[in-house]
């Protein structure tokens, strides 16, 4: 009786937790952020169907509309006329182009090949006099760097962990581990509208969840918790192969 008291208890403070993250997350004013966060709840929610993750869902809901301003940050994610919005598609557009330029081994990153300050001095229109040192993108900031092949490689490894790291929690049905993928898959949609991989001590963090999906996939596959098919390699590929093509 008094073990499950206690973790009834221990429950309660850990949702207590989430839920002050969550207000925390709204307060960013982040709206990459917020479409990061309910995209990793809803990898959960489709592989578990659990009430409690609609619940969480609803509530960072509740609390972003409850704030000052936040229903008009929520609600301007379409906007394009938005100049944040508007000037980040110039600069993607930019960084394509940079990337089908040197699409082999991109424009190198140091000293002064850095894709940020090669697009504000050849790629940025003339109207323009904005400035800055990546593509606001982590992907795009690689391929422009580094090139197609570099992109390419980086996306299949990620999305093959991921994949597998999915298969084993759904196999085995571990809600730590489909956490830790929807963790993942957070990182990889907010990387979508900003450059972390270069913020080292932020990117250390997407490295042990890579780590840790890694070894339990490793240890899946020794327990014959897994088993091998090639589609769990080609569907990643594809997948990366796709993106990075349509960089073009």
Known sequence: CYIHLIRRFIAFILLLLVIAGEYLLAVTYSRGGYLAFLSGL????????????????????LVLFSISGGAKRF???AETSDGSIRNRFILWEG??????????????SEPYGEAGR?????????D?????????????????EHGIFAIFAYLSLV???????????????????????????SYLVSAVFSTFYKDLELYRLFIALNAALALSVTIGFLFKKLKFEWRDFCLPAGAAAVLSVSLF
Request: charged share 10%; proline share 1%.
């Open 42 to 61: 809803g990898l959960m929610w489709f592989f578990s169907k659990r009430k409690r993750i609609l619940f969480l869902a609803l509530v960072f809901l």
């Open 75 to 77: 609600s301007s994610m």
């Open 95 to 108: 960084m394509a182009a940079m990337t089908a330029d040197n699409w082999l081994s991109g424009v190198g």
């Open 118 to 126: 090669l697009f504000s001095a050849w790629y940025q229109p003339f």
């Open 128 to 144: 323009a006099d904005e400035s800055y040192t990546t593509a606001v993108c982590d992907y795009l900031t690689i391929s422009a």
């Open 159 to 185: 999305f093959t962990i991921l994949w597998f790291g999915i298969r084993l929690s759904i196999s085995m049905r571990n809600g730590l581990l489909l956490g830790i993928a929807a963790a993942q898959l």
